[in-house]
């Protein structure tokens, strides 16, 4: 699948489960294809509404969002390694309670790094910033395959 395509897939149905199917055999094609890569890969996953998805209500329940959850483990399986860039205020606190969410209840495998939005940008007015900081970050060491998310 050619880059072109791969970075359409998303827009090519509603399903979330089809086009993460289709992302998942794409990613995997890439690894085959790309054994020659001087950065392990990785995938960076959003955390809110992307891993898992909060109730409506103004309970803090919470649920896996299935599709990702089945991708994000199938491509780890196949090596890569798991990035989270969210736009909760980053603290101690934040941290344990993502990883929390992610690995223990969700049963999300273990992230490499969690990027938690600074306090100290919150001038800036969205994490929009931050979140592309943080990519660009892990790109520097990574040859990310796969972004999921805002």
């Known amino acids: 699948m050619s880059s072109e395509k791969l970075a359409n897939v998303l827009w090519s149905t509603k399903s979330v489960g089809k086009a993460m199917s289709k992302v998942v055999s794409a990613v995997k094609d890439l690894l085959r294809r790309n054994k020659t890569a001087t950065k392990p890969p990785a995938i960076v996953v959003d955390i809110d509404e992307t891993c898992l998805i909060n109730e409506s209500d103004d309970s803090d329940k919470f649920r896996v969002n299935r599709p990702v959850f089945d991708a994000v483990k199938q491509l780890v399986d196949e090596g890569c390694t798991l990035f989270a860039v969210t736009a909760r205020t980053d603290s101690p606190a934040t ?14 495998p273990k992230f490499e790094k969690i990027y938690a939005f600074p306090e100290s940008r919150a001038s800036e007015g969205t994490a929009s910033l931050f979140k592309s900081d943080a990519r660009r970050d892990i790109a520097a060491d990574y040859n990310v395959l796969l972004n999921v998310g805002d």
């Open 95 to 108: 941290q344990i309670y993502a990883r929390n969410q992610l690995e223990r209840v969700l049963k999300y």
